[in-house]
């Protein structure tokens, strides 16, 4: 049973490259389908759409469990409050405000604040692997987002989207660290399903009053492959597998993992849309990817958390 649970913390670290690699990509879909639609309407059809598979999945596998519902409720509805309704509430809308080098700017310190919270709050082991992985990750993503350019830091101005950024983000943390506490004993697919079947009725209580879905029947053929991709992949998939992950690992490595997200972002438009890349851009996706290994792939770390779970 020891060497089953080593194997799934084991394999958990590769899956949670999917997490980065699906939201990367829904960033510039989003970007483009909030063009069509007001960015609520489309918070709401693909979290609202997302939980309704979720719960015929569920459903299918036996795994809806009402005692537990009944049990964890309260935690349950914070954790679909934070991660779901506020943070992509407070996103999306901070996007008509503010560039995207803002916000992912402000996004990029989500692994530092969820460390900082699972260290003091939760317990969680910390020390100097952790800390050097987290630095030099965190370096990294500045690079990759500022493109090697100094003086793009030094001229960026703050607004009111950026400030709705930090609600996000705070939101996010909290959400994190929730489910650290929320999931113990609970199936990672369960969570995923009630969060975001919760946090879905309150983003479609919100479009409803912004009165924006007339605008859904006239979407474009790419803007409806877009909303598929992020129903599927960046929700469904990645946020099944983003729980599974502060489930068995815990929040503080897992979100780690989130500094991969503006590289997948970065290669995709370069990929899909031909942006270029720099080579201070390359020297800040290897320095992520060192960052990240320092942290995660860690014998040392992965014995003391299995010992803290």
């Known amino acids: ?27 510039g879909a989003a970007k483009h389908v909030i063009t069509e639609i007001s960015p609520i309407t489309a918070a709401t059809l693909r979290f ?5 598979i979720l719960l015929i999945i569920v459903l299918l596998l036996s795994e809806w469990n009402l005692e537990v519902l ?23 809308i901070a996007l008509e405000y503010t560039s995207a080098i803002n916000g992912s700017l402000i996004m990029a310190t989500t692994p530092v604040f969820v460390t900082l919270g699972a260290v003091f709050f939760l317990k969680e082991a910390w020390n100097k692997r952790l800390g050097y992985g987290l630095f030099l990750s965190l370096i990294g ?12 830091l030094v001229s960026l101005s703050f607004n009111m989207g ?5 609600v996000a983000l705070f939101s996010w943390v909290i959400h994190g660290l ?20 919760i946090g879905s009725i309150f983003l479609a209580i919100w479009s409803f009053i912004e009165g924006g879905w007339d605008d859904v029947s006239s979407m474009s053929s790419q803007s409806w492959i877009e909303m598929i991709y992020m129903i599927i992949f960046a929700t469904v998939i990645a946020f099944f597998l983003w729980n599974k992950g502060i489930h068995q690992i815990g929040a503080s490595k897992s979100s780690i993992y989130m500094n991969f997200v503006p590289i997948n972002a970065m290669w995709i438009a370069i990929l899909f849309y031909g942006s270029t890349i720099t080579w201070q851009q390359l020297v ?20 003391r958390n ?4």
């Open 1 to 27: 049973m020891n060497t089953q649970l080593k194997r799934n913390n084991t394999s958990i670290y590769f899956l949670l490259l999917l997490v980065p690699l699906f939201w990367g990509g829904a960033f």
């Open 70 to 92: 009944k049990k964890r409720w309260l935690g349950l509805f914070f954790m679909a409050v934070t991660g779901i309704f506020s943070y992509n509430a407070f996103f999306f």
């Open 284 to 303: 800040g996706m290897f320095l992520v990817i060192i960052g990240v290994y320092i942290a995660t792939f860690s014998n040392r770390l992965g014995k």
């Open 306 to 309: 299995l010992r803290a779970d």
């Open 48 to 52: 609202g759409t997302a939980g309704l």
């Open 162 to 166: 950026d400030l709705l950024f930090i």
């Open 178 to 197: 929730i489910g650290k506490v929320v999931m113990k004993g609970i199936s990672p697919l369960f969570t995923t399903t009630v969060t975001t079947l």
């Open 141 to 152: 993503v500045f690079l990759v987002i500022i493109k090697g350019s100094f003086q793009t």
